[in-house]
């Protein structure tokens, strides 16, 4: 089998548990760099289960990105809702085999849109957002 030129466009992002669909896009490098655990500090397990959130994680070594389902975190943190993200942040890793090991990795909270009423191909006029950054 032959190995078709990716997309740049478009990085896959895996997830927990493997094989789901996920729409979860890395954010910037920029983001992903300037991240400081301080910026989830408030938010625990419970936070993400009660609101159906999904974790995301980006190695900031090898550039993986990693869609924590609510299932998964249900499964493996239920038990430990009061855990909060700034505190989980160090255990995490770039697990291998499909990743380098790196425990520096950046995480965010991913609230996956809403699925589609209508499964009905349509093109999104939007072309990609980009929010204003408030650079001085
Ligand atoms: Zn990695």
């Not at 030129?5 to 992002?13: G, K």
Request: net charge neutral; charged share 25%.
């Amino acid at each position: 089998m032959g190995r078709a030129v990716q997309n740049p466009d478009a990085p896959v992002a895996e997830t927990l548990p493997p094989g789901l669909p996920s729409t979860l896009k890395r954010p910037e490098d920029k983001a992903i760099r300037s991240f400081k655990p301080w910026m989830v500090g408030d938010d625990t397990i419970g936070t993400l289960l009660d609101e159906g959130w999904s974790l995301g994680i980006c190695c900031r070594a090898c550039g993986r990105t990693v869609e924590c389902k609510p299932q998964w975190l249900a499964d493996r943190f239920g038990d430990r809702r009061g855990l909060r993200l700034a505190d989980l942040l160090p255990r995490l890793a770039c697990a291998p085999p499909n990743g380098c090991g790196s425990h520096d990795v950046a995480i965010f909270p991913y609230c996956e849109p809403a699925a589609p009423v209508t499964a009905i191909t349509s093109a999104d006029p939007r072309s990609s957002e980009q929010p204003p950054s408030g650079r001085g």
